[in-house]
């Protein structure tokens, strides 16, 4: 760190956020204070039995009444125990009686006068009118035509940015991400010493873009960025910027660069940039859009304004990368991402090492063992696993968490109903392995273009239960016949080996099965690769360079003769395709079972684990 950082953390113009805090506070504690007044009111009225002054008098020469307080309208008071009534409290209307006091004396019961309306009564109604004044102002505001505007500007323009300096989060509370936290290291050397850095003339990136599915640890990793660098972090989310008046968004955003350039070096966070970034060729729709468009106009230009040397890096959290604007992700602006997947098992392993720091563990505790039955959790969901295993252990009555606690906690989670994960079983585990190992097999076999970059049986989203990341070994603009057959043979993979193995199918293959079909039917329709269809086109893609939302897919007029043709053909491409591939797994066998028990055990297989095998095992 160096002595500029120092001034910086002294730097009073930086000043910490208030709004929201102090307007919820006060909204809160009428809030609270109304219901409890409310509570008492009803509860102490609900208890009040009405008698008649008869009975009043009959119950004071019983003795069972405690004390009394007497006004020119009523009087209240309290029997000396439940028996009298099923009430505590009493309230009777008086009648012109001089003997009453004489007789209270006489029977020992403590009496006093009231003034009417009680207090209790006038403080409920005060804070009544004020909690409906409130309700009203804070309806007003947000509901207000922008005419009006400047009448409550009270509530205009408080960027809601949070400043925060000397972040105790490190790098060491993010685990499992090892790759993600490689590529940030850079970017802490960059702020910890700019100078430095540039004197070779490189420049730093200008933002950096986080994508990853909720809960893989986003924001924590950009928290840690700051703790490393100890710098200044500026934190906002998208969603503050989704304005109703127009111009307020871009008015934010001037503002917390402008914030963030005085504070250099510092890092200017916008979590969940989707809300703000996303596509402005969407949907045409009222204001609402405009705005946004705006917003996100404001922010490409504020990104465009400044170059990196100033020293604010731009980091943003997604986790919905396809609704981008493809603007925001071009060089020059977030032109770095970092991909974060949901953790395998060694990540599961290391996050939860992190956890469980903060509770009292047994030492028997096999974290491994943990880890392992907790496929397709996210890095929260294992925060959140750590936390519901000291509840249960603590509600046990133990002083240590153990093994046991963590698998009762597991299966509140998965069977809760706000956690429903996916659970898979030993069996069905088996079975993806396989399938995903099919895809891999067929694709190392027939050395297709793209090399098998990973394998895994990690659920992944809605619909992927394990994927086979295959990468591209160099750039193609065009594609051979024979390249098509094999990535249809690839697609087959995972159906076919399930065959072998298992001798039935899933219906796990169905999203392979679609594509396979896909790409069959463009051979025989758009490519002209049929022999029996010819060389006439039947289906056209629409131009690439005029993507809109009312382009679509062309179909020409064909003959009934012509489609069954079609249909003829694309069932035998996907026949000889499938029949390629379970050739080649039939050969692999051993090779497939010796990488399944692997990714049972690993849940990832990355390309020179996969590669080291084949070399080993592969025909
Ligand atoms: P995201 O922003 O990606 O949705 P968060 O960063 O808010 O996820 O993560 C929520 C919590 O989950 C974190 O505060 C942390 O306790 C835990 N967590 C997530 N990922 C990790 C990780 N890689 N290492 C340690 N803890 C993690
Ligand atoms: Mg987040
Ligand atoms: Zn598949």
New binding site residues.
């Given amino acids: 760190m160096n002595s500029k950082n120092k001034k910086n953390k002294k730097d009073p113009e930086v000043k910490p956020p208030f709004r929201g805090i102090g307007g919820n506070f006060i909204i809160i504690f009428i809030l609270v204070t109304a219901i409890f007044y409310l509570y008492e009111y009803f509860n102490v009225r609900g208890n009040v039995e009405n008698i008649p002054y008869s009975k009043f008098i009959t119950l004071v020469n019983e003795g069972k009444i405690k004390e009394v307080s007497i006004s020119e309208s009523k009087i209240t008071g309290e029997f000396k125990d439940l028996m009298a009534g099923k009430s505590h409290y009493f309230i009777t209307i008086p009648v012109k009686d001089e003997h009453l006091i004489d007789l209270l004396k006489s029977k020992n019961i403590v009496f006093q006068g009231e003034v009417a309306p009680s207090f209790w009564g006038n403080l409920l109604s005060w804070i009544f009118l004020f909690y409906i004044l409130s309700l009203l102002w804070s309806l007003f505001s947000r509901k207000m035509p922008s005419g009006m505007q400047g009448l409550f500007s009270l509530t205009k323009s408080k960027a809601k940015v949070f400043v925060e300096k000397d972040i105790k989060t490190t790098f060491n509370?993010?685990?499992?991400?090892e790759d993600a936290k490689d590529e940030l290291k850079e970017i802490v050397q960059f702020l910890s010493d700019p100078k430095q850095f540039t004197r070779l003339g490189g420049r730093a990136p200008k933002g950096v873009l986080l994508v990853?599915p909720?809960?893989?640890?986003?924001?924590?990793?950009a928290r840690a960025l700051a703790g490393e660098a100890k710098v200044l972090f500026f934190s906002i989310n998208g969603s503050e910027f989704v304005e109703l008046y127009v111009g307020l968004g871009a008015a934010r955003v001037r503002d917390m660069f402008e914030q963030a350039r005085k504070a250099a070096p510092c890092i200017l966070f916008i979590?969940e940039i989707d809300a703000l970034g996303k596509s402005r060729t969407g949907h045409v729709g009222l204001g609402a859009n405009d705005e946004k468009e705006q917003t996100l106009n404001q922010l490409l230009a504020e990104m465009d304004g400044f170059d990196a040397s100033t020293g604010v890096i731009i980091l943003a959290?997604t986790?919905r990368p396809e609704v981008l604007d493809p603007a925001l992700i071009r060089s020059g602006r977030f032109d770095r991402q970092i991909l974060?997947h949901n953790?395998d098992q060694i990540?599961r392993e290391q996050?939860l090492k992190?956890?469980v720091k903060k509770i009292k563990t047994s030492p028997q505790l096999d974290l491994e063992k943990v880890a392992s039955i907790t496929s397709g959790f996210?890095?929260?969901d294992?925060?959140n696993l750590v936390n519901e295993a000291a509840i249960v252990a603590t509600r046990r009555g133990s002083n240590q968490v153990e093994e046991a606690d963590f698998s009762l906690a597991m299966e509140r989670i998965v069977a809760g109903p706000e956690h429903k994960k996916k659970y898979m079983n030993a069996d069905e585990k088996k079975r993806i392995a396989y399938h995903e190992l099919g895809h891999a097999t067929v694709s190392l076999s027939l050395k297709v273009q793209e090399k098998v970059h990973k394998v895994s049986i990690i659920p992944r989203g809605m619909g992927a239960l394990g994927y086979t990341i295959q990468r591209p070994i160099e750039d193609r603009y065009l594609t051979v016949q024979e390249d098509i057959y094999k990535k249809i043979s690839v697609l087959m993979g995972g159906r076919a080996c399930e065959k072998i193995f298992f001798n039935n199918f899933s219906t796990g293959a169905a999203d392979d099965l679609a594509k396979a079909t896909n790409i069959a039917r463009a051979m025989v329709t758009q490519y002209g690769m049929s022999e029996k269809v010819g060389l006439a086109i039947y289906d056209e893609q629409p131009s690439p360079f005029l993507n809109g939302p009312y382009q679509q897919f062309v179909t020409r007029p064909k003959s009934e003769m012509t489609s069954q043709l079609i249909d003829q053909e694309v069932q035998s491409i996907l026949d000889n395709c499938f029949k390629h591939s379970y050739q080649v797994l039939e050969m692999n066998k051993r090779f497939i079972d010796q990488e399944v028990e692997q990714l049972l055990k690993y849940e990832t297989l990355n390309e020179t684990e996969i590669s080291n095998a084949w070399r080993e095992y592969g025909v």
């Fill in positions: 509370d993010v685990a499992g991400i990853g909720p809960g893989t640890g986003k924001t924590l990793l979590d959290a986790n974060l953790p990540g996050i992190v956890h996210s890095g929260a294992l925060a």
